[in-house]
Structures are given as structure tokens and as C-alpha cells.
């Protein structure tokens, strides 16, 4: 078989050739950049994530390199309103890792190599034609050499830009907020300083400001600031304008410096209706874009691709009929959309201005992470770990589609190892008692309506 094709080398990209590799794959992955990204951006890795790197092998060298975070608490300037603790998620990993993206991505092509793949760089894909037994990629290298790679399958992970939905002419539906926003990525010192094993917004009537801590007393900010201008997008901001917003929404007492990075950006929320169309598939910021408030576009994406490969690699190896593809895109197309739409919920809740609605919005977390089972919901969501399939076309029966959680396996991760089963240890007493989950587990061939694996 030729090798599937993969276009981009963020961390989506890397996701989904490093798990057609473990399923023994043969894969080419390729990138236009001359060289990875060395910015932070994605900070976040939530505990769904983890638990499929956990799958995927490459959990350990996570917990390693990122900086464990324990809740997450809303305040308006000294005031906490309210808070949630990531302990009551019901995972292995209940907590947020701080990983800036640049590491991620080291760590994830680390990981890559151990199956003997190389990023090939400064490879452009620029155009493709696909037929209903395979596509016909024409790749341009940095010497102007053209080539043409066929594959039975390519995967555009190409970022929000991707070459690959432009050629589907598949849309891209959603809207850029005219907010400007800033970002810094600094070191935090003063009695002020929010703690470092929280996530912390600051609610202010000028806009939010949220502080992810990082490791080593370094902290990520981001700011809305308000809009600079229609068709000018606001300049990088200084060291005196973060500490100007850190002076005036955080409450005093603490001062940034060391700055590492300092950006403004637009928050965009935009996603293609299909990930799919015949040979060609769609992941991560190619498909969906959000606004950073949750962290959740890397993790998405990060997930889709998980999702991809063991469908892949089910049918590559004749263990499922292609109808099984079938299901990728009805799956993470509806994560995408719930993701887009928590996403742009919470943004305009912290971005209100109107006085009357910022004391009602100060109020509601007040009152509403009061109660012990608020504060649990917002923890589950922001983790992942309540991603599940019912309405896949994969799912039928109670229960279908839905998690199985760590407590209801023994052993390594279903799905571990090279075989991309729903379960691949003996089922512990617990969960063989559990109909639900044993229903998933006899899933193998002809995925007509089958369950789907839990939650992956
Ligand atoms: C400021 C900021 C903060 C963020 N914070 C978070 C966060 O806390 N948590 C979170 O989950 N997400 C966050 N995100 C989002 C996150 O960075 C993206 O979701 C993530 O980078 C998407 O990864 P990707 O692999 O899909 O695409 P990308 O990382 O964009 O990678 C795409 C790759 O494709 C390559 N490419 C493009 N076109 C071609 C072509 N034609 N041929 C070959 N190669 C091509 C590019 O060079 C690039 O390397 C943040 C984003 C920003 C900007």
C-alpha cells in the first residue's frame, strides 16, 4: 500500500501519523515549514487528551515536561466569584497540564521517530485530484521540484488556511469577532500573583483577563482589549501595556516580566460542515477554529485524529468495511460544533461591557459555582471526558457511544498496542457486569451499527 498522506506537521498532524504508525501504517507526513514553531500557543492539554496519549504511549514524557494545574477560579479584581477544582474529574488525569504547543510538538515528533517517521520539510502540497480509488497529490519542494505522491488516503491537518479544504471547496462558516485581543507569555512575580496551580479570569467591565500559569513562575495572559480598528488589526503589545492591564484588571501587586512572546490576535470561530468527502479527510484547525476561552481547539484536533486513524487502520487492514469511515466526520463534526458553541458562550459572557450586565454577569458565578454539582459540570467540559457518541452512526442500544471509564478496564488503555480494538485486555469482573460496556467490547467486523469505541 502507499503510504497515507499526511499534509501539516502541528500537533494534529504528528497525532494522526505517530497512531497510523502504532497500527503499522506506512505514512508520509509533510510540512512547507522549514522548521517547527517555536511559539507557545496551545498551553493546554485536558485530561481526555491525556488519557489517548496515555493510549497512544507518549503520556509519561507529557506528565514529564507540563505543569500540573488544579482548578480554575473566576475573580473580579480581588474578589474570588467562584471556582472549580479539576479533582472531581473522573479520570486518571484530573487535572489541566500546562504544555506550551512548541514542546507538544517536540515531544509528539519525538514520539514519531520511535516508529522510525521523519517530518519531511519544506514540501508544499499545492494541489490534488481524487478519484474513487485513490488521490493524486502534487507536492512542491524548496528546490521548485514537483512531484506527484499517490495515496490511498490524505489527511489535511493544514491548519486554519488548509490547502486541503480548498481544494474540497469545501466552506469554512463562521465569522472573525472584532475584538482585539493580546497575549503574553511572561514571568509573574509580587504578593498579587494568582496561584500557580490555577487557571484564573479576571472579569473586568474593559474585558477579561486570564492567566494560565506555566512552569518555572511563568504565566500565559490574554486580554481582550477591545477593537482597534476595522481593518487594522491591533500591534503587538509592549511590556508596559500587559502590566498597564495586569495594574488595572488584576488588582495590583503583580508585575510581569521577562516576556518571551507578546502577539494580538482576532478570535475566529469557524468550522466546515464535512470532514470528509471520499478520500480525502479534514482534522484540527483545518476543520474547526475557536476562540482560545477553554483551550479546547489543540485538544479537538488532537482528538479528531485519534478518532481518524483507528478507522483508517481498521479498514486498511480488512478488519472493517470503508462504511466505518463513514462515521468520522457525523462524530467529531458534532464535537466540533459543541466545542465552536461553548467556546463563543463563554467568550461573550467575558467580554460584556454594558454595566447592568456585568453585575448581572459577576453575579451569576457568584451564585452558580456556589453549588458543588456547577463546579463539577464546568470541570467535565473543559476536560473532554464527557465526549461521547450516541447519535454516531456507529451507535445502537443503550448506552452506545458513551465513555469507558478508567475504573471499568484493568491494564494498559483499550485500544493500546498495535491492533485498534475498542479493548484489547480481558474485561475486569466490574465491567463484565456492565452490559453496556461489554456491548461495546464484541465489536469487530462489519461496523454497520455497531457501538463505537468509547469515547475516542
Ligand atoms: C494564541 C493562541 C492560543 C491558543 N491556545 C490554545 C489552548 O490553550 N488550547 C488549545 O487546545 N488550543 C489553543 N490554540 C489553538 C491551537 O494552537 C491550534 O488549535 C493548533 O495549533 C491546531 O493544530 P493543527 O495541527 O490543526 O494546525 P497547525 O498547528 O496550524 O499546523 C498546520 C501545519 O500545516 C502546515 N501547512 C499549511 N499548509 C500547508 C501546505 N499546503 N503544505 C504543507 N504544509 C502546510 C503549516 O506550516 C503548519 O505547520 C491557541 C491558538 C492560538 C493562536
Not at 488525569?93 to 504544555?99: E, N, S
Not at 491548519?159 to 497575549?183: I, K, N
Not at 470532514?275 to 474547526?288: N, P, Q
Amino acid at each position: 500500500m502507499p503510504p497515507i498522506l499526511i499534509v501539516g506537521a502541528g500537533p494534529v498532524s504528528l497525532t494522526a501519523a505517530a497512531e497510523l504508525a502504532r497500527y503499522g501504517l506506512p505514512v508520509r507526513i509533510l510540512d512547507r515549514s522549514p522548521r517547527p514553531a517555536e511559539t507557545s500557543r496551545a498551553i493546554v492539554v485536558w485530561s481526555r487528551t491525556l488519557e489517548l496519549m496515555d493510549r497512544m504511549g507518549c503520556a509519561a514524557s507529557f506528565l514529564e515536561a507540563g505543569h500540573r494545574v488544579r482548578g480554575a477560579a473566576i475573580r473580579s479584581g480581588g474578589r474570588v466569584l467562584g471556582c472549580t477544582s479539576f479533582g472531581d474529574i473522573a479520570s486518571a488525569y484530573d487535572f489541566a497540564l500546562i504544555v506550551p504547543q512548541s514542546d507538544t510538538e517536540r515531544l509528539l515528533t519525538a514520539h514519531l521517530r520511535n516508529y522510525g517517521i521523519i517530518v519531511e520539510r519544506e514540501v508544499e502540497l499545492a494541489s490534488f485530484t481524487a478519484s474513487d480509488d485513490r488521490v493524486t497529490a502534487r507536492l512542491v519542494h524548496a528546490d521548485g521540484r514537483e512531484e506527484e505522491a499517490e495515496t490511498p488516503w490524505l489527511v489535511g491537518c493544514d491548519g486554519a488556511h488548509s490547502a486541503v479544504r480548498h481544494g474540497l471547496g469545501a466552506e469554512f462558516r463562521g465569522a472573525t469577532q472584532r475584538d482585539d485581543w493580546v497575549l503574553a507569555d511572561v514571568r509573574l512575580e509580587g504578593a498579587g500573583s494568582p496561584p500557580a496551580d490555577e487557571i484564573t479570569t479576571y472579569l473586568h467591565q474593559d474585558g477579561p483577563l486570564v492567566v494560565f500559569p506555566m512552569r518555572g513562575g511563568r504565566a500565559r495572559l490574554i486580554a481582550a482589549v477591545g477593537e482597534a480598528g476595522p481593518d487594522q488589526p491591533r500591534t503587538e503589545p509592549s511590556l508596559a501595556d500587559v502590566q498597564a492591564l495586569l495594574d488595572h484588571r488584576a488588582g495590583g501587586e503583580v508585575r510581569a516580566l521577562d516576556p518571551v512572546w507578546l502577539a494580538a490576535f482576532r478570535i475566529n470561530g469557524r468550522k466546515s460542515r464535512d470532514y470528509r468527502v471520499g478520500r480525502v479527510f479534514l482534522a484540527g484547525d483545518a476543520a474547526h477554529i475557536h476562540s482560545p476561552a477553554g483551550g479546547q481547539g489543540m485538544n479537538t484536533g488532537i482528538q479528531d485524529a485519534i478518532n481518524l486513524a483507528w478507522k483508517l487502520a481498521m479498514v486498511a487492514k480488512g478488519g472493517a468495511t470503508p462504511a466505518l469511515l463513514d462515521s468520522y466526520s457525523p462524530e467529531r463534526s458534532a464535537v466540533g460544533e459543541m466545542v465552536l458553541r461553548n467556546a463563543s458562550r463563554m467568550t461573550d459572557m467575558a467580554t460584556l461591557s454594558n454595566p447592568a450586565a456585568v453585575a448581572a454577569r459577576n453575579a451569576v458565578p457568584h451564585f452558580v459555582l456556589g453549588f458543588h454539582a456547577a463546579q463539577e459540570r464546568l470541570a467535565l467540559t473543559l476536560s473532554e471526558i464527557e465526549i461521547a457518541y450516541p447519535d454516531s452512526p456507529l451507535s445502537s442500544g443503550r448506552h452506545a457511544g458513551t465513555r469507558l471509564a478508567p475504573d471499568n478496564y484493568d491494564g494498559p488503555p483499550p485500544g493500546s498496542g498495535a491492533v485498534p480494538r475498542s479493548c484489547s485486555t480481558p474485561p475486569t469482573r466490574r465491567a463484565a457486569r456492565n452490559s453496556r460496556h461489554a456491548s461495546r467490547r464484541s465489536w469487530n467486523r462489519d461496523p454497520g451499527r455497531r457501538p463505537s469505541p468509547a469515547g475516542c
